[in-house]
């Protein structure tokens, strides 16, 4: 499965990652990501039969806390780190297309 | 006693607390001797993005008033620290050493920084980094690379560079780095002083910007053994803010420093000093010889199952990191770069706000969880992470401790591995296992290596095993030779 990168699956997971990609990083990655990709290609290699995946160093299952009321962050220290708010909201470009 | 060389923050954390606490030095004489170094060569250094000269100026004096008082002004009263950049604090600029943050003001403090306060430790400032931890010298970094004190032309190593070099340079005596795959205690090594990876859990994440949050751990940096156990004490227990915290207490090492290691069992990992350098597994045989003559029981191990850590981390951690720096999509902090549509703004933000380290783990990481790769790639590193974990722990039914090197070389040239990322990751071959199993290691500078730059040995315990970790670390620095020690007093030599 190694083998090179095409620009598509480049430009695939750029997407997926909402990363816009110049020609030239696009190109570098593409080499770039194949070389560790190779490398690791061992890990694909070793027997794993019946071993579980590790998620998680710790056992720990639902961690809760208890049901109660208490302060946190007021709204207007959190907006104020924003780019753009506006009547106790983030304010962001538009979401639909033209066709709304 | 009195006199400049003896306030310098270069000495010990412990001592010059207890100092403060009994009045003899004030608070404000240590942080004026500290920031005074830090404004004559951080320059040249560039260990700190940010120094809090005025807020430190504050809690310096308000240790002071409680000395004064008579109230109790803490364990570490009066010792400057210094906290990397990625460690949030209230209204004051938290940037990952990133673009994507520049000019960033939390609105809360992460649970170490709120720690550290209440046990009078006066925060100097922050310090650099690779960019969101994503690097091994710290040359990942959006504001330009920390120098090395030792010297001026190599490294300081990474991600944790900044506070490294602060500890090395004599800036300060403590500080806080955080550890993903040995983003403590590789630049602890390169630059001489101690840095320790606490057991997964043990210290709150809370505040913590998260790189992959299954293997991230903050932890100290030290000039010696005895202030990195104080520092944990302080730093470490349980935090109802972070669900992964362990109920327990932070582990309580200063009282087994003077324990020796007496019937220890200590197993070499005989797998790692293949590659490594002649200089650094040289130094884990002196090491060895050391705890022996202490009564250590000491033999070789193989555990080659450690030698895949690097590649399953190299797949696991960008995953990791791929789903958390999602949320810098230009909408809630940090950067915005405006576009016809919501997608738009979040693919250019993102493209002008990281750097390329960054955008390539990005890329690494959404590649391996893509469909029809997922099982391929991150399912079975997760599969051979479980492998590791096994492999420890079957080692340790044998030894209570391990001792391998901390890194396959001495500091190396700024540059010298920035075109080859594989290279640069190889950096994190021996210390990534401890963070894939969510075991404690720590490194202790110990010789003096090529080019007489510091070589640190590695030791490294199974999980909550700090206690025998830190004996060992104890009994290594006593035996360790004195000049592969920072502080670099004086300047950089």
Same mark, same amino acid.
Not at chain 1, 26 to 35: D, I, V
Not at chain 2, 119 to 134: P, R
Not at chain 2, 398 to 422: E, H, N, R, W, Y
């Given at each position: 499965m190694a083998g090179e990168l095409s620009a598509e699956q480049v430009a695939h997971v750029a997407r997926l990652a909402r990363l816009e990609?110049?020609?030239?990083?696009?190109?570098?990655? #593409?080499?770039? @990501?194949?070389?560790? &990709?190779?490398?690791? $290609?061992?890990?694909?290699? /070793?027997?794993?039969? +019946? *071993?579980?995946?590790?998620?998680? #160093?710790?056992? @720990?299952?639902?961690? &809760?806390?208890?049901? $109660?009321?208490?302060?946190? /962050?007021?709204?207007? +220290? *959190?907006?104020?780190?924003?780019?753009?708010?506006?009547?106790?909201?983030?304010?962001?470009?538009?979401?639909?297309?033209?066709? /709304? | 006693m009195s006199g400049s060389a003896d306030v310098a923050p270069v000495a010990s954390a412990r001592a010059l607390a207890a100092r403060v606490r009994a009045g003899e030095l004030s608070a404000v004489e240590v942080l004026e001797s500290a920031l005074g170094e830090i404004e004559r060569r951080d320059g040249?250094?560039?260990?700190?993005?940010?120094?809090?000269?005025?807020?430190?100026?504050?809690?310096?004096?308000?240790?002071?008033?409680?000395?004064?008082?008579?109230?109790?002004?803490?364990?570490?009263?009066?010792?400057?620290?210094?906290?990397?950049?990625?460690?949030?604090?209230?209204?004051?600029?938290?940037?990952?050493?990133?673009?994507?943050?520049?000019?960033?003001?939390?609105?809360?403090?992460?649970?170490?920084?709120?720690?550290?306060?209440?046990?009078?430790?006066?925060?100097?400032?922050?310090?650099?980094?690779?960019?969101?931890?994503?690097?091994?010298?710290?040359?990942s970094s959006a504001f330009g690379p920390t120098r090395n004190p030792w010297d001026l032309g190599r490294v300081p190593g990474g991600s944790s560079g900044g506070s490294a070099a602060a500890v090395a340079a004599g800036f300060v005596p403590l500080a806080l780095g955080s550890d993903t795959g040995g983003s403590i205690r590789q630049p602890a090594a390169l630059c001489g002083v101690v840095g320790v990876k606490p057991t997964y859990g043990v210290v709150s994440r809370y505040g913590l910007v998260a790189f992959?949050?299954?293997?991230?751990?903050?932890?100290?940096?030290?000039?010696?053994?005895?202030?990195?156990?104080?520092?944990?004490?302080?730093?470490?227990?349980?935090?109802?803010?972070?669900?992964?915290?362990?109920?327990?207490?932070?582990?309580?090492?200063?009282?087994?420093?003077?324990?020796g290691v007496e019937g220890l069992r200590v197993g070499v990992i005989a797998d790692f000093l293949d590659d490594a350098s002649l200089d650094c597994a040289g130094a884990v045989r002196a090491a060895a010889e050391v705890l022996a003559a202490a009564g250590a029981k000491v033999e070789d191990v193989a555990i080659p199952e450690l030698l895949h850590g690097l590649s399953a981390y190299y797949l696991i951690a960008p995953a990791e990191a791929s789903s958390n720096l999602a949320r810098y999509d230009g909408v809630r902090f940090g950067l915005r770069v405006d576009g016809p549509d919501v997608e738009a703004m979040n693919a250019r933000t993102r493209a002008a706000g990281f750097g390329p380290e960054v955008k390539r783990r990005i890329m690494l990481g959404t590649y391996v969880l893509s469909a029809g790769y997922y099982d391929a790639y991150y399912g079975q590193a997760q599969r051979v992470?479980?492998?590791?974990?096994?492999?420890?722990?079957?080692?340790?039914?044998?030894?209570?401790?391990?001792?391998?090197?901390?890194?396959?070389?001495?500091?190396?040239?700024?540059?010298?591995?920035?075109?080859?990322?594989?290279?640069?990751?190889?950096?994190?071959?021996?210390?990534?296992?401890?963070?894939?199993?969510?075991?404690?290691?720590?490194?202790?500078?110990?010789?003096?290596?090529?080019?007489?730059?510091?070589?640190g040995v590695q030791v490294l315990a199974p999980a909550l095993g700090e206690r025998e970790m830190f004996r060992a670390a104890a009994v290594l620095e006593a035996g360790a030779a004195p000049e592969a020690r920072a502080p670099v007093t004086g300047g950089a030599r």
């Open positions: 990609l110049s020609p030239e990083e696009s190109e570098r990655f #593409a080499g770039q @990501l194949s070389t560790i &990709l190779e490398h690791v $290609e061992v890990v694909r290699r /070793l027997d794993t039969t +019946d *071993v579980p995946p590790t998620s998680h #160093a710790l056992d @720990l299952r639902n961690v &809760l806390r208890a049901d $109660e009321l208490r302060p946190c /962050l007021a709204r207007e +220290d *959190v907006l104020a780190a924003a780019p753009d708010a506006e009547d106790g909201r983030f304010k962001v470009p538009r979401i639909l297309g033209e066709a /709304l | 040249e250094l560039h260990c700190f993005n940010l120094v809090t000269a005025d807020r430190a100026r504050s809690a310096a004096a308000e240790i002071d008033r409680k000395v004064a008082a008579g109230e109790d002004p803490g364990p570490l009263a009066g010792v400057p620290v210094a906290l990397k950049d990625n460690l949030c604090t209230r209204d004051v600029p938290t940037t990952c050493s990133s673009r994507i943050l520049e000019g960033w003001k939390p609105p809360y403090d992460a649970t170490v920084v709120g720690r550290l306060a209440a046990a009078g430790a006066v925060s100097v400032g922050k310090t650099n980094l690779d960019e969101f931890a994503m690097g091994s010298s710290t040359e992959a949050s299954s293997l991230d751990q903050i932890g100290p940096f030290a000039t010696t053994v005895g202030d990195a156990a104080a520092l944990l004490e302080v730093i470490g227990g349980h935090d109802a803010m972070d669900s992964t915290s362990l109920a327990l207490s932070a582990p309580r090492c200063s009282e087994v420093l003077d324990d992470r479980t492998l590791v974990a096994r492999a420890f722990a079957r080692a340790y039914g044998q030894f209570d401790v391990l001792l391998a090197p901390t890194t396959p070389s001495v500091a190396f040239p700024i540059g010298a591995k920035t075109a080859d990322p594989l290279e640069m990751y190889l950096a994190d071959l021996y210390t990534i296992p401890s963070n894939l199993a969510g075991h404690p290691a720590m490194s202790v500078p110990f010789a003096l290596g090529d080019s007489g730059l510091p070589v």
